[in-house]
T-cell receptor, first 109, second 113 residues
Framework: TQLLEQSPQFLSIQEGENLTVYCNSSSVFSSLQWYRQEPGEGPVLLVTVVTGGEVKKLKRLTFQFGDARKDSSLHITAAQTGDTGLYLCAGDSNYQLIWGAGTKLIIKP | DSGVTQTPKHLITATGQRVTLRCSPRSGDLSVYWYQQSLDQGLQFLIQYYNGEERAKGNILERFSAQQFPDLHSELNLSSLELGDSALYFC????????????FGEGSWLTVV
Protein backbone atom coordinates (compact mmCIF):
# COMPACT_ATOMS: atom_id res chain seq x y z
CA THR A 1 0.00 0.00 0.00
CA GLN A 2 1.37 3.36 -1.00
CA LEU A 3 1.43 5.96 1.72
CA LEU A 4 2.04 9.65 1.70
CA GLU A 5 2.86 11.01 5.13
CA GLN A 6 2.37 14.65 5.89
CA SER A 7 3.92 16.46 8.79
CA PRO A 8 3.11 18.18 10.95
CA GLN A 9 -0.53 17.23 11.22
CA PHE A 10 -1.32 20.51 12.93
CA LEU A 11 0.51 23.81 13.09
CA SER A 12 -0.50 27.03 14.79
CA ILE A 13 1.81 30.02 14.42
CA GLN A 14 1.77 33.80 14.60
CA GLU A 15 1.31 35.96 11.56
CA GLY A 16 4.66 36.88 10.03
CA GLU A 17 6.42 33.64 10.91
CA ASN A 18 7.77 31.16 8.40
CA LEU A 19 6.76 27.51 8.23
CA THR A 20 7.43 24.34 6.28
CA VAL A 21 5.10 21.41 5.68
CA TYR A 22 6.48 18.07 4.56
CA CYS A 23 5.11 15.27 2.46
CA ASN A 24 7.08 12.02 2.46
CA SER A 25 6.74 8.60 0.90
CA SER A 26 8.79 5.53 0.14
CA SER A 27 7.18 5.45 -3.30
CA VAL A 28 8.17 7.34 -6.40
CA PHE A 29 5.56 9.59 -7.94
CA SER A 30 5.38 10.90 -11.48
CA SER A 31 4.15 14.18 -10.08
CA LEU A 32 2.98 15.65 -6.82
CA GLN A 33 0.24 18.14 -6.21
CA TRP A 34 -0.45 20.50 -3.32
CA TYR A 35 -3.97 21.57 -2.48
CA ARG A 36 -5.46 23.98 0.02
CA GLN A 37 -8.86 23.40 1.53
CA GLU A 38 -10.85 25.99 3.46
CA PRO A 39 -13.74 25.10 5.76
CA GLY A 40 -16.91 24.25 3.87
CA GLU A 41 -15.15 24.03 0.54
CA GLY A 42 -13.43 21.44 -1.56
CA PRO A 43 -9.64 21.29 -1.99
CA VAL A 44 -8.21 23.70 -4.54
CA LEU A 45 -5.06 22.90 -6.48
CA LEU A 46 -2.13 25.18 -5.67
CA VAL A 47 0.66 23.65 -7.72
CA THR A 48 1.87 20.52 -9.47
CA VAL A 49 5.55 19.58 -9.38
CA VAL A 50 6.80 17.09 -11.92
CA THR A 51 10.58 17.04 -12.16
CA GLY A 52 12.85 15.76 -9.38
CA GLY A 53 14.47 18.74 -7.66
CA GLU A 54 11.92 21.14 -9.10
CA VAL A 55 11.16 24.30 -7.16
CA LYS A 56 8.05 26.36 -7.83
CA LYS A 57 7.13 29.64 -6.24
CA LEU A 58 3.66 31.02 -5.82
CA LYS A 59 4.04 34.43 -4.18
CA ARG A 60 5.06 33.61 -0.58
CA LEU A 61 4.69 29.86 -1.09
CA THR A 62 7.65 27.76 -2.26
CA PHE A 63 7.12 24.17 -3.31
CA GLN A 64 9.94 21.69 -3.78
CA PHE A 65 9.91 18.18 -5.21
CA GLY A 66 12.62 15.87 -3.92
CA ASP A 67 15.36 14.71 -6.27
CA ALA A 68 14.07 11.13 -6.07
CA ARG A 69 10.45 12.26 -6.52
CA LYS A 70 9.47 10.62 -3.23
CA ASP A 71 8.99 13.70 -1.10
CA SER A 72 7.97 17.32 -1.27
CA SER A 73 7.84 20.38 0.91
CA LEU A 74 5.79 23.53 1.08
CA HIS A 75 7.41 26.57 2.64
CA ILE A 76 5.42 29.67 3.50
CA THR A 77 7.27 32.90 4.16
CA ALA A 78 5.77 35.57 6.39
CA ALA A 79 2.52 33.70 6.94
CA GLN A 80 -0.71 35.66 6.84
CA THR A 81 -4.07 34.90 8.43
CA GLY A 82 -5.41 34.21 4.95
CA ASP A 83 -3.06 31.22 4.71
CA THR A 84 -5.14 29.41 7.32
CA GLY A 85 -6.52 26.15 6.00
CA LEU A 86 -5.91 22.47 5.43
CA TYR A 87 -2.98 21.74 3.13
CA LEU A 88 -3.04 18.43 1.31
CA CYS A 89 -0.42 16.78 -0.84
CA ALA A 90 -1.28 14.14 -3.41
CA GLY A 91 1.11 11.99 -5.39
CA ASP A 92 0.34 10.73 -8.87
CA SER A 93 1.07 7.01 -9.15
CA ASN A 94 -0.11 5.17 -12.24
CA TYR A 95 -2.65 7.93 -12.89
CA GLN A 96 -4.15 7.56 -9.42
CA LEU A 97 -3.72 10.16 -6.73
CA ILE A 98 -2.41 9.01 -3.37
CA TRP A 99 -3.41 11.55 -0.73
CA GLY A 100 -1.69 12.67 2.43
CA ALA A 101 -3.79 13.15 5.56
CA GLY A 102 -3.26 16.90 5.48
CA THR A 103 -1.71 19.61 7.62
CA LYS A 104 -4.12 21.87 9.42
CA LEU A 105 -2.53 25.31 9.51
CA ILE A 106 -3.77 28.15 11.71
CA ILE A 107 -2.21 31.57 11.43
CA LYS A 108 -2.95 33.75 14.43
CA PRO A 109 -3.15 37.55 14.03
CA ASP B 1 -16.55 28.48 -8.12
CA SER B 2 -14.95 25.27 -9.41
CA GLY B 3 -17.78 24.50 -11.82
CA VAL B 4 -18.52 21.19 -10.09
CA THR B 5 -22.00 21.14 -8.57
CA GLN B 6 -23.04 18.80 -5.80
CA THR B 7 -26.45 18.27 -4.25
CA PRO B 8 -27.62 18.15 -1.57
CA LYS B 9 -25.22 20.30 0.44
CA HIS B 10 -26.44 18.89 3.74
CA LEU B 11 -28.30 15.71 4.54
CA ILE B 12 -29.36 14.14 7.82
CA THR B 13 -30.68 10.62 7.78
CA ALA B 14 -31.16 7.66 10.10
CA THR B 15 -29.11 4.49 10.32
CA GLY B 16 -30.17 1.82 7.89
CA GLN B 17 -31.43 4.30 5.33
CA ARG B 18 -30.25 4.90 1.79
CA VAL B 19 -29.27 8.22 0.21
CA THR B 20 -28.19 9.39 -3.21
CA LEU B 21 -25.67 12.16 -3.73
CA ARG B 22 -25.59 13.89 -7.09
CA CYS B 23 -22.77 15.55 -8.97
CA SER B 24 -22.59 17.62 -12.13
CA PRO B 25 -19.01 17.87 -13.40
CA ARG B 26 -17.43 20.90 -15.05
CA SER B 27 -18.59 21.38 -18.58
CA GLY B 28 -16.63 19.09 -20.88
CA ASP B 29 -14.95 17.05 -18.13
CA LEU B 30 -15.24 13.34 -18.77
CA SER B 31 -13.77 12.10 -15.49
CA VAL B 32 -15.69 12.15 -12.23
CA TYR B 33 -14.25 11.20 -8.87
CA TRP B 34 -15.90 10.59 -5.53
CA TYR B 35 -14.10 11.14 -2.24
CA GLN B 36 -15.05 10.75 1.39
CA GLN B 37 -13.55 13.07 4.01
CA SER B 38 -13.99 12.46 7.70
CA LEU B 39 -12.12 13.89 10.66
CA ASP B 40 -10.26 10.71 11.48
CA GLN B 41 -9.66 9.34 7.99
CA GLY B 42 -8.68 12.33 5.92
CA LEU B 43 -9.53 12.40 2.21
CA GLN B 44 -10.32 8.92 0.95
CA PHE B 45 -10.66 8.14 -2.73
CA LEU B 46 -13.79 6.08 -3.41
CA ILE B 47 -14.22 5.66 -7.15
CA GLN B 48 -13.56 7.24 -10.54
CA TYR B 49 -15.63 7.17 -13.70
CA TYR B 50 -14.52 8.18 -17.16
CA ASN B 51 -17.13 8.84 -19.82
CA GLY B 52 -19.63 6.49 -18.20
CA GLU B 53 -17.23 3.67 -17.42
CA GLU B 54 -15.68 2.81 -14.08
CA ARG B 55 -11.96 3.72 -14.30
CA ALA B 56 -10.57 3.16 -10.83
CA LYS B 57 -11.80 1.93 -7.49
CA GLY B 58 -10.52 2.98 -4.09
CA ASN B 59 -11.73 2.33 -0.59
CA ILE B 60 -15.39 2.09 -1.51
CA LEU B 61 -17.59 -0.12 0.67
CA GLU B 62 -19.87 -2.71 -0.89
CA ARG B 63 -22.84 -0.79 0.57
CA PHE B 64 -21.85 2.12 -1.67
CA SER B 65 -22.23 2.30 -5.42
CA ALA B 66 -21.87 4.92 -8.07
CA GLN B 67 -22.60 5.49 -11.70
CA GLN B 68 -21.98 8.07 -14.38
CA PHE B 69 -24.78 8.78 -16.81
CA PRO B 70 -24.61 9.58 -20.55
CA ASP B 71 -24.89 13.31 -19.77
CA LEU B 72 -21.79 12.80 -17.55
CA HIS B 73 -23.45 13.63 -14.26
CA SER B 74 -22.80 11.11 -11.53
CA GLU B 75 -24.57 9.72 -8.51
CA LEU B 76 -23.17 8.10 -5.39
CA ASN B 77 -25.58 5.76 -3.65
CA LEU B 78 -25.02 4.98 0.01
CA SER B 79 -27.16 2.25 1.53
CA SER B 80 -27.64 0.56 4.92
CA LEU B 81 -26.13 3.67 6.42
CA GLU B 82 -24.14 3.46 9.62
CA LEU B 83 -23.11 6.17 12.07
CA GLY B 84 -19.56 5.88 10.76
CA ASP B 85 -20.66 6.90 7.28
CA SER B 86 -21.16 10.46 8.52
CA ALA B 87 -18.69 12.50 6.52
CA LEU B 88 -18.22 15.07 3.82
CA TYR B 89 -18.53 13.51 0.38
CA PHE B 90 -16.77 15.29 -2.45
CA CYS B 91 -17.23 14.95 -6.14
CA UNK B 92 -14.45 16.13 -8.40
CA UNK B 93 -13.98 16.23 -12.14
CA UNK B 94 -11.13 16.55 -14.57
CA UNK B 95 -10.67 16.89 -18.27
CA UNK B 96 -8.06 17.37 -20.96
CA UNK B 97 -9.03 21.01 -21.46
CA UNK B 98 -7.59 21.85 -18.03
CA UNK B 99 -4.57 19.56 -18.25
CA UNK B 100 -6.37 16.92 -16.18
CA UNK B 101 -6.36 19.16 -13.11
CA UNK B 102 -8.90 17.88 -10.60
CA UNK B 103 -11.58 20.36 -9.58
CA PHE B 104 -13.59 19.66 -6.45
CA GLY B 105 -17.17 20.52 -5.67
CA GLU B 106 -18.16 22.00 -2.33
CA GLY B 107 -19.16 18.64 -0.96
CA SER B 108 -22.24 17.03 0.54
CA TRP B 109 -22.35 16.86 4.31
CA LEU B 110 -23.95 13.60 5.38
CA THR B 111 -24.92 13.09 9.00
CA VAL B 112 -26.24 9.68 10.01
CA VAL B 113 -28.12 9.67 13.31
Amino acid sequence: TQLLEQSPQFLSIQEGENLTVYCNSSSVFSSLQWYRQEPGEGPVLLVTVVTGGEVKKLKRLTFQFGDARKDSSLHITAAQTGDTGLYLCAGDSNYQLIWGAGTKLIIKP
Amino acid sequence: DSGVTQTPKHLITATGQRVTLRCSPRSGDLSVYWYQQSLDQGLQFLIQYYNGEERAKGNILERFSAQQFPDLHSELNLSSLELGDSALYFCASSGISAGNTIYFGEGSWLTVV
